[in-house]
C-alpha cells in the first residue's frame, strides 16, 4: 500500500515539475525584446560647450537601462551602467564602444557596435585678430573689434584686470557683428594691466562614416584664443 502511495506521490511530482518548466518557458517565449540603444552616428552634429566631448546614448524605451563597455567586451548587466554621457578622451586610434538596453519584463537588446575615431580639423582664425581701442586711466568701459572667420560659432571677448601679476577681475561679452564692449562699473586705476582675450563659445562635433563598417569618425572644432595686453597709464 505505502508503494503505491509513494509511486503515485512520485508521479504527481513528476507531472508538476514538468508543468511548471513548461508554463515557465513559454512565458520567458513571450517576452518581447527591447529595442536597441541608440548612438551617435555618422551625419550626426551637434555644439557642445567649451570642455570635454561626451558621448550620449539614448532608448527610446522610458525607464530602461543602458549598459556598455569600452575594452571591446560584450556588455552585461555587470557592465558599466550608462546614467551620464560617456566621456570621451580618446587617442587618435579611437575606441569600440558596445552598448545594450534593458528593461524588467523584456529581453535585453541586441548588441549595437560603434568605432569612434578622433581627429581634429584646423580650427577658424580670426581674419583680423582682436583690436582694442587705447585704454587709459579713468575708462569706464572697453570697446574694440574681433572678425572670425566662421559664423557658425559664437564668440566672447574677456578682458582679465591685472594686479602684479595677478587677476583681480575677469569680464565677458559677446562679439556682435565684429565688435565688442565692455562695461566696467568703475574707472580703471592706473598702473593695472588689461589682458584681452577671444574664444568660441561652443565646439562644433560632427560625427562621419569611417572607412570601415560601424566606424565613426569624430570631427572636433577646438575653441581658439587670441590675446592682446595693455598696460594702462
Known sequence: M???????LAIIMIITFFSVGVTTNAGVGKMKKITNPILPKAGDSYLLDRGDIYIKAYSKKKNSVIYYTTNGKKPNKKSKKY???ILF???RQGFTLKAINTKKGYKNSKVVKKIYKQIFPAPPKPMDGIECETIKAGDEELMGTFKPVGSEFTYYVYADIKEKNKTIKRYKTEVKNG???IKLGTPI???LTVVISASTKEMKVNFSKGDKK??????IYVPI???IEQKVE
Open 83 to 85: 546614467t551620464n554621457p
Open 179 to 181: 565688435e565688442w564692449k
Open 225 to 227: 584664443w587670441k590675446r
Open 2 to 8: 505505502n508503494s503505491m502511495k509513494n509511486k503515485v
Open 189 to 191: 586705476k592706473n598702473g
Open 214 to 219: 560601424n566606424e565613426v569618425i569624430v570631427s
Open 89 to 91: 578622451k580618446v587617442k
